[in-house]
């Protein structure tokens, strides 16, 4: 911390307590606690409960939160094979065509992802490629959506990369292939894990443009949430967001803990 002096220190404590606990932790709690309810008691919810938990990992609420890590899962993968490939080339290409891909990769992003949705719909929704009503089409309006995360991430670990590694390999006799497999992407590996992860998150959280999308055996659970707190289940729609969070955060403790081994190889 650049504050050292004890006062400072305490004040600025006091003003992430205020911003935080409000703004972020606050209402996570109310959503867990409100998981555990049957009722409202004022401002709190109470009733003390677990039958919300025990509806929600059965039945329809386990086959939703299969497939949205089915989804997140495969989403991820495409999204940072694509990006990784497009970020590798990009670094080859003179300043105005990084420039261009960037913005490409970026578009996605810089629109409402309700019109990545509909526009996957209108491009796949015909022959040649007719992916509407099927599960595919979600899997890749997911993969559409994060893949800018993960071209974003590898390219700043490349700009990062010391050339020095490379061209001690090439010098040595290695074919660019070689250089690639076993000494780029070797050193790439801690931002790629980290890029996996910012993909599964975010997949696992999306809804706008899966609403459009999702055909009637492909529900991923944020549907399922919206659509239990849309008929007013509050409780079970809770207990389903919670198990959401919980089932995201394994994950991205999984992968934080591959990085940091890739870190220290």
Known sequence: MLVHSRAGKWAVWTVFAVLFVPLFALPL???LAASFSTHWSGAFPSGPTTAHYA????GESLTALTTSLVTALLASVFALTAGTWAALAAAALRKRGRRIVDALF???VAVPSVVVGLAVLVAFSRPPLLLNGTRWIVILA?????TAFAYQSVSA???RLDPMYEQAAASLGARPAYVL???????LLPSLTAAAGLC???SMGELSATMMLYP???????????????RGSLFTGSALAVVLMTATLLVLLAVSRIRTKASYR
């Not at 509806?55 to 059965?58: K, P, W």
């Not at 997911?142 to 994060?146: A, R």
């Not at 497999?181 to 050193?187: H, K, N, S, T, W």
Request: aromatic fraction near 6%; avoid cysteine.
């Open 142 to 146: 997911h993969t559409v959506l994060v």
């Open 181 to 187: 497999l076993r000494v780029r992407l070797p050193l």
């Open 200 to 202: 599964f998150a975010l």
């Open 106 to 108: 970026m578009l996605p």
């Open 157 to 159: 670990a490349i700009l």
């Open 55 to 58: 509806a929600a990992v059965r």
């Open 29 to 31: 709690l109310v959503i």
């Open 216 to 230: 009637p055996d492909w529900l991923p659970l944020p549907v399922l949430i919206f659509t239990a707190t849309d």
